[in-house]
C-alpha cells in the first residue's frame, strides 16, 4: 500500500489516541515533514502579526508573542506522541519508550535547585556567575539530547514483521 503524505497525516490525525498498533516510516516522516513546515508557516505568520522586538534584553526577546505556533504545538502533541509510538512498535520496540522522554525532568529540577540557591548568595551576577549557573543546566541537557537521540534511531529502524520477531506486528 502506497502512502501519501495527505493520507498520512490524515491518518496520524485520526488516529490521534491509538497508541497500539504500527506506522511505517513513510506515514512517520509524512507527519514529521508536516509539522516542520506547519511550524514554519505559523511562525511566519506570527512574526508578520507580531514584529519582533529589537531589544538586548534575552527576557523580552524570547517573550516574542507566538499564539498560532504555541496552539498548533499543543495540537499535535498527542497525535506526535502517538504515532512515534506505533513507528517504534514497527520497528519492533516498546512503546513505552516513550516515557523516556521524562528523563532529563530529574536533572533539570537539579538545576533549577542549584541556580536558586546560588543566587540566593549573589547580590549582582557577573560572567562566572552567568557561567556558573548555565553548567547546572548541562546535564539536564545532555541527557535530553541524548533520549532524542535514541529515539531518533528507533524511528529510523525497519519495519520489522511478526515473522522476523516483531511482537507487536499486525
Do not use: H
Amino acid at each position: 500500500m502506497k502512502v501519501t503524505f495527505a493520507g498520512a497525516v490524515k491518518s496520524a490525525f485520526v488516529n490521534f489516541a491509538q497508541f497500539r498498533g504500527v506506522s511505517t516510516r513513510a506515514q512517520y516522516w509524512y507527519f514529521v515533514l508536516f509539522s516542520v513546515l506547519m511550524a514554519l508557516v505559523l511562525g511566519t505568520i506570527d512574526s508578520v502579526i507580531w514584529p519582533p522586538v529589537e531589544t538586548d534584553d534575552v527576557l523580552v526577546a524570547l517573550n516574542q508573542p507566538t499564539p498560532f505556533s504555541n496552539i498548533f504545538a499543543i495540537v499535535i502533541l498527542i497525535p506526535s506522541l502517538a504515532i512515534t509510538s506505533r513507528r517504534i512498535r514497527d520497528a519492533g520496540w516498546s512503546g513505552k519508550w516513550l516515557w523516556s522522554l521524562l528523563l532529563p525532568i530529574v536533572p533539570f529540577v537539579y538545576g533549577v535547585v542549584g541556580v536558586i540557591s546560588y543566587l540566593e548568595n549573589v547580590v549582582t551576577p557577573d560572567i562566572e556567575t552567568l557561567v556558573t549557573l548555565i553548567s547546572y543546566f548541562v546535564p539536564a541537557l545532555l541527557l535530553a539530547f541524548a533520549v532524542q537521540v535514541f529515539l531518533l534511531v528507533l524511528c529510523l529502524k525497519r519495519s520489522k514483521s511478526k515473522e522476523d520477531g516483531n511482537r507487536y506486528a499486525e
